[in-house]
């Protein structure tokens, strides 16, 4: 028994949701999963696990979503998923719903700034003054962590929409975002990778061509944010990652493109220091989503 | 008479120095500018400023000085102008020499960063959470508040090298950057535009294409800014930005680069409110160089 206040997570996913209480990775007490189906019965879903665990004992939930979502406290659609082309999700009051069903503080974040948040407590992260996370999957996110807490600002960060250079003569294939054409999620993202080469990207062997191409337009992309945000630590994750290969051929790009510009031990020599893969493994997202709780509880 | 504490600020720029004291923008009690001669020298004469008017009033000295900077508390050249071309400053320890004559808390920064933290206590990012702040002159840099503090990570922020799309048929220039050729600086600083153009920026005329390209690369390097950062406003200076027809087109470029997909009224309709010139005018750099040592003496 103890006295210490507990926390809710959930990680909103397009395809799962994942429900937890408790107070970090090693003490989880309770957790269910289930697929995405409806907006209403996937929250009444969410809504039922509480109450089974005395809500009324947590300090706040925390919520990582899909999205788009909307996170300005001052917009009317605050606390919602908003333009989502997800079939019956478009403008999904997460935060309202929940919250008068369960009465208790509700935080509210993007997948990837609050799987970021959690990597800051308790995972690859933790001692970090400036870091940022990249989700290479479905689409492209990213989220940065500057003195212990999450960047906003006028909207939050769409990293996966900064421009790249493409040789045509390398890479003649065009790029699929619908507003940008070849910018990182246009060229790097799973489906992408599935376009260029006609095959799903889970099925592309390791000597394939195409990863030395993804690494390098990754590594590129990381050149960048070193420039711009100057991180102590990228984490990448997301289903392409999966490929062992990866990481390597990443931080190798990332050097090549930087040329030598930016001289730290940890960019010219330790770049495995640099960019690494998340450490909280299967729970990142509900873990994150406790973190993001505390924070919202002031606990933090 | 008064009793609040007092700071000096020093902006130590590559052609000239400004020392003064005050605590604001209405409030500079005693300045004094001087050409950048020799290290010794132009030391001397800042560290005689400060002798004649009570140091020990200080609550500390803000420095904002060109670069290279070795900004890492660690590093036992912490402090120091680095490897720079400039004849006779490599290697020159400010902060050391500084305090050893002054006796008071020093605080050292990159001049663009200090010019940031400068405008973000009094001039054009007085209001915001996260700002970002571009010069375009000589070379491009570039500096971020977050949360009231710069941003530092494992080195400090280098915007003018991220890289930027370059279409040859239009731009068949390849950039002047000697590791990047045509990174931002490459393609956009004072001396590119000289390059490619064959004549000193200040002396096109304003209806010459080259700014209308000089635009169209600011506006792409804003729009990988806003991906990435979000920053509620962006602050950009430097010689180049004196040709009075750059805002406009900046701004149109960067909505021309993100193409829709960031939805907030001040990329949409209001750029204007979000890409901006710097507001503190000539003492821009010295009062942020006051700005610094109030950080540094905890004032803030
Ligand atoms: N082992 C794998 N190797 C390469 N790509 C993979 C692998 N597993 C999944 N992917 C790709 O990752 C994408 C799914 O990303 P994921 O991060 O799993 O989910 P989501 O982004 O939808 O949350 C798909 O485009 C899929 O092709
Ligand atoms: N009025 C102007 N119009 C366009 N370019 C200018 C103008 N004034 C200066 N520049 C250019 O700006 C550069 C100098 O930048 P500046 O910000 O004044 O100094 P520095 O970057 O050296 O501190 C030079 O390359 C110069 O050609
Ligand atoms: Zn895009
Ligand atoms: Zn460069």
Same mark, same amino acid.
């Given at each position: 028994?103890?006295?210490?206040?507990?926390?809710?997570?959930?990680?909103?996913?397009?395809?799962?949701?994942?429900?937890?209480?408790?107070?970090?990775?090693?003490?989880?007490?309770?957790?269910?999963?289930?697929?995405?189906?409806?907006?209403?019965?996937?929250?009444?879903?969410?809504?039922?696990?509480?109450?089974?665990?005395?809500?009324?004992?947590?300090?706040?939930?925390?919520?990582?979503?899909?999205?788009?979502?909307?996170?300005?406290?001052?917009?009317?659609?605050?606390?919602?998923?908003?333009?989502?082309?997800?079939?019956?999700?478009?403008?999904?009051?997460?935060?309202?719903?929940?919250?008068?069903?369960?009465?208790?503080?509700?935080?509210?974040?993007?997948?990837?700034?609050?799987?970021?948040?959690?990597?800051?407590?308790?995972?690859?992260?933790?001692?970090?003054?400036?870091?940022?996370?990249?989700?290479?999957?479905?689409?492209? /996110?990213?989220?940065?962590?500057?003195?212990?807490?999450?960047?906003?600002?006028?909207?939050?960060?769409? @990293?996966?929409?900064?421009?790249?250079?493409?040789?045509?003569?390398?890479?003649?294939?065009?790029?699929?975002?619908?507003?940008?054409?070849?910018?990182?999620?246009?060229?790097?993202?799973?489906?992408?990778?599935?376009?260029?080469?006609?095959?799903?990207?889970?099925?592309?062997?390791?000597?394939?061509?195409?990863?030395?191409?993804?690494?390098?337009?990754?590594?590129?992309?990381?050149?960048?944010?070193?420039?711009?945000?100057?991180?102590?630590?990228?984490?990448?994750?997301?289903?392409? @990652?999966?490929?062992?290969?990866?990481?390597?051929?990443?931080?190798?790009?990332?050097?090549?493109?930087?040329?030598?510009?930016?001289?730290?031990?940890?960019?010219?020599?330790?770049?495995?220091?640099?960019?690494?893969?998340?450490?909280?493994?299967?729970?990142? /997202?509900?873990?994150?989503?406790?973190?993001?709780?505390?924070?919202?509880?002031?606990?933090?």
């Amino acid at each position: 028994m103890t006295h210490a206040p507990l926390y809710g997570g959930i990680e909103a996913g397009g395809t799962k949701w994942v429900c937890a209480i408790g107070t970090g990775p090693d003490d989880i007490r309770a957790e269910v999963r289930f697929p995405t189906t409806t907006p209403a019965e996937t929250l009444a879903n969410a809504i039922a696990f509480f109450r089974a665990h005395e809500p009324e004992h947590l300090a706040a939930i925390g919520v990582g979503s899909f999205g788009p979502v909307d996170l300005n406290p001052a917009s009317p659609s605050y606390g919602s998923i908003t333009t989502t082309p997800k079939p019956g999700w478009a403008h999904t009051d997460v935060v309202r719903t929940l919250h008068q069903a369960l009465g208790r503080p509700i935080g509210f974040d993007t997948d990837v700034n609050v799987a970021l948040l959690g990597e800051r407590q308790w995972g690859a992260a933790r001692d970090c003054d400036v870091a940022v996370y990249i989700t290479v999957g479905t689409g492209i /996110g990213g989220g940065a962590v500057v003195g212990g807490k999450l960047v906003h600002g006028l909207i939050h960060p769409e @990293m996966g929409h900064m421009r790249l250079v493409r040789d045509p003569a390398r890479d003649p294939f065009p790029g699929i975002c619908p507003y940008h054409s070849d910018c990182l999620e246009g060229l790097a993202c799973g489906p992408a990778l599935k376009a260029r080469w006609q095959t799903p990207a889970e099925e592309l062997p390791a000597d394939h061509p195409a990863w030395e191409l993804e690494a390098d337009y990754l590594g590129q992309a990381l050149a960048n944010l070193l420039c711009i945000l100057s991180p102590e630590r990228i984490i990448i994750g997301g289903g392409v @990652m999966s490929q062992p290969q990866m990481f390597p051929l990443v931080r190798a790009a990332t050097q090549r493109w930087l040329n030598g510009y930016l001289q730290h031990p940890h960019i010219l020599d330790h770049p495995d220091r640099l960019i690494v893969p998340p450490a909280l493994g299967q729970r990142a /997202g509900v873990l994150g989503a406790i973190a993001l709780a505390m924070h919202t509880a002031g606990g933090v």
